[in-house]
């Protein structure tokens, strides 16, 4: 789907810090410009396009990247991370590197993303970075606000380490990331 040699990628907007909606914790989103997957009820068609939003440099998105503050984890979304996989891979490495925890957001299913790892390698490296990927096209008659950091029934939540791991799907403990459970404490008492 692109070059090997990633100089640049396309975005569809600026970095997004303090993101609490794109994953746990507060986050910076990667809007990644171009998808093929064109969902009915797509939150975000303005991405749609492969020649829309701008050409970054790598460089431009390390810079902006060290100067982000009080940031818990990065999520890539879009348009597709996966159809610009070899920029969005530079880009992991370099996030893991800070510390933060990764979450991929893509049309693709895990099984498609291995299909097309056969034929590009980048693919397994980029999973490889990945702590949860939210898998599965957008179906608007499976939607349901109810869910967890997604917007249909189909998508999964899938926990990639361990998934990788064991070689089976493994779903996220969507328990672990309940708000009441994240912010439940003891109160204090002064």
């Given at each position: 789907?692109?070059?090997?040699?990633?100089?640049?990628?396309?975005?569809?907007?600026?970095?997004?810090?303090?993101?609490?909606?794109?994953?746990?914790?507060?986050?910076?989103?990667?809007?990644?410009?171009?998808?093929?997957?064109?969902?009915?009820?797509?939150?975000?068609?303005?991405?749609?396009?492969?020649?829309?939003?701008?050409?970054?440099?790598?460089?431009?998105?390390?810079?902006?990247?060290?100067?982000l503050e009080y940031q818990t984890g990065f999520t890539f979304s879009g348009g597709d991370p996966m159809?610009?996989?070899?920029?969005?891979?530079?880009?992991?490495?370099?996030?893991?590197n800070k510390g933060m925890d990764i979450w991929v957001y893509t049309g693709f299913t895990y099984e498609?993303?291995?299909?097309?790892?056969?034929?590009?390698?980048?693919?397994?490296?980029?999973?490889?970075?990945?702590?949860?990927?939210?898998?599965?096209?957008?179906?608007?008659?499976?939607?349901?606000?109810?869910?967890?950091?997604?917007?249909?029934?189909?998508?999964?939540?899938?926990?990639?380490?361990?998934?990788?791991?064991?070689?089976?799907?493994?779903?996220?403990?969507?328990?672990?990331?309940?708000?009441?459970?994240?912010?439940?404490?003891?109160?204090?008492?002064?």
């Open positions: 789907m692109e070059q090997s040699n990633v100089e640049y990628i396309r975005l569809a907007a600026d970095l997004q810090s303090d993101s609490i909606v794109d994953g746990p914790g507060l986050r910076t989103v990667l809007w990644t410009q171009g998808c093929s997957h064109r969902c009915k009820g797509c939150q975000n068609p303005q991405t749609w396009s492969h020649k829309g939003g701008g050409l970054v440099s790598l460089e431009e998105v390390y810079k902006a990247i060290d100067e159809y610009q996989v070899e920029a969005c891979n530079k880009i992991a490495e370099y996030v893991k498609e993303i291995l299909l097309l790892a056969k034929k590009n390698p980048t693919y397994m490296d980029f999973l490889s970075k990945i702590d949860v990927l939210v898998d599965g096209r957008f179906i608007l008659e499976q939607r349901d606000l109810s869910l967890l950091f997604r917007g249909s029934r189909n998508q999964r939540l899938i926990d990639v380490q361990k998934t990788l791991e064991s070689g089976e799907i493994t779903l996220l403990n969507e328990y672990e990331y309940n708000e009441e459970k994240m912010f439940e404490r003891e109160p204090m008492y002064i």
